[in-house]
């Protein structure tokens, strides 16, 4: 039966790709330090590892497990807290995935097992690229979480090509769906719909898509089942750089 080890498979995005696997005949092993991951998330068919992805027990399951693929979405998710301290978040970010992408280089089956990045599409290629984001935009992070996760892309593209090592990367838009944190600070979808099924008034800051093009106010509505709600977007000098913590994980 083929394995699978989903790091961050108590979260919101991790627990869906458990039960993704389960439902095709893997094996499932979690490990998950629970930060903001949830017990009840966690499938009764998968084996919790409570343990945080910097630690030597992570890289001892790495290595002592035959895993047929590694999903590695456990991160310091918060753009704000990666602003407030940059080396806490690239600890996580970096140091977590280097440890465990680490841990398989020096494991029996170091290129034999596909090791998958969650990255992200929202922080990566800056605030004044025309959306859509596609991949080949120069990317320009302009937050500590977005430089993170780009550096590790980078060290996945360095172990594929110096150690021969099965990496993927995939860079996640907003994702939204059941599970999700609604009072985090990403995850637009889910936070528009708590504050509209909550009746509350919506405040979203927009700022202009290029710096040559100034953002007028502007109000935009919102319609749910039974609900409507109002947001109003706010105008911002013409020069003023978008706070990082405005852009989505
Ligand atoms: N949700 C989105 O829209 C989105 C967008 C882009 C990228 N991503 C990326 O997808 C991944 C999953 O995001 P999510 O939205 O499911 O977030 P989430 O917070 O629900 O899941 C993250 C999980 O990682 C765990 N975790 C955090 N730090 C850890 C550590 N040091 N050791 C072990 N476990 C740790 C948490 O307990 C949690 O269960 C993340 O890497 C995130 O950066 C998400």
Redo the contacts with the bound molecule.
């Keep these: 039966m083929p394995s699978a080890l989903v790091?961050?498979g108590?979260?919101?995005?991790?627990s869906h790709v458990a039960e993704l696997f389960l439902a095709r005949g893997y094996t499932v092993e979690i490990?998950?330090?629970?930060?903001?991951?949830k017990r009840e998330h966690v499938d009764s068919r998968a084996r919790l590892h409570e343990?945080?992805?910097?630690s030597a027990e992570a890289a001892r399951l790495v290595t002592q497990t035959p895993f047929d693929v590694i999903v590695h979405?456990?991160?310091?998710?918060d753009v704000r807290k990666s602003v407030a301290d940059p080396a806490a978040d690239a600890s996580?970010n970096v140091g977590?995935t280097l440890n465990l992408i680490e841990a398989l280089r020096q494991s029996a089956r170091g290129t034999q097992t596909r090791f998958v990045f969650?990255?992200?599409?929202?922080a990566l290629y800056g605030d004044f690229v025309d959306p859509p984001n596609v991949e080949n935009y120069s990317k320009d992070p302009e937050s500590p979480y977005g430089i993170a996760?780009l550096s590790a892309e980078y060290y996945l593209a360095y172990y594929a090509r110096v150690h021969g090592m099965d990496t993927a990367v995939v860079r996640?838009?907003?994702?939204?769906g059941p599970r999700?944190?609604p009072h985090g600070e990403?995850?637009v979808v889910a936070i528009f719909w708590c504050t509209a099924t909550g009746h509350r008034r919506a405040t979203m800051c927009s700022w202009a898509t290029s710096p040559r093009q100034p953002c007028s106010p502007a109000r935009i509505h919102f319609r749910v089942p039974n609900v409507s709600m109002r947001a109003h977007s706010t105008s911002a000098p013409a020069s003023r750089r978008a706070s990082p913590s405005s852009r989505?994980?």
């Design positions: 790091t961050g108590a979260g919101f995005i991790g490990l998950d330090n629970l930060s903001s991951g343990m945080d992805v910097r979405l456990a991160a310091q998710i996580i977590g969650s990255s992200t599409g929202g996760k996640y838009a907003n994702v939204y999700q944190d990403a995850g989505g994980s």
